[in-house]
């Protein structure tokens, strides 16, 4: 059916830097990308912000904190932070070796056990079939 665009909407998608105040008073609280939870390596928001929101009910319903309570899905946006620092220092011929070392048949194995949600399972599998990986640690102090 033909359509017309009568309007576009867009901005910036607001990536987790762990300075993010997720609630206030006990009273307002913030899920999702609303709350920063979203994931600087892919620009994915909908699993954490699903994650933030059960959390949330579950704090509700108990009377836990919030903010502590997100601490574990803010340790593996910490880790997608520490991914995107790393790729943010890549040169070309870098991403050329990182392309060669992905194609390896062991390390795509990896990529197809688990998700972009648990980034250290990922890392840690790829450096122990693959300890070449380590060689774009250096990038981390660029």
């Not at 909407?9 to 609280?29: C, H, L, M, N, S």
């Not at 340790?75 to 992905?102: A, G, Q």
Request: proline fraction near 4%; glycine fraction near 8%.
């Amino acid at each position: 059916i033909p359509g017309e665009i009568i309007d576009v909407q867009a901005g910036p998608i607001p990536w987790y830097t762990g300075k993010e105040t997720v609630e206030k008073d006990k009273r307002i609280f913030l899920v999702g990308d609303a709350a920063g939870l979203t994931k600087s390596t892919t620009g994915g928001g909908i699993i954490t912000a699903m994650k933030s929101a059960k959390i949330l009910a579950e704090c509700i319903e108990t009377g836990a904190s919030y903010t502590n309570s997100l601490k574990s899905l803010k340790r593996m946006l910490w880790l997608h932070n520490l991914i995107r620092k790393v790729l943010n220092n890549f040169s070309d011929n870098d991403y050329n070796k990182l392309i060669t070392l992905m194609n390896k048949e062991s390390i795509k194995k990896i990529l197809n056990t688990h998700t972009r949600e648990h980034p250290a399972r990922i890392l840690a599998g790829i450096l122990l079939k693959e300890p070449r990986f380590l060689g774009f640690a250096h990038k981390l102090f660029f």
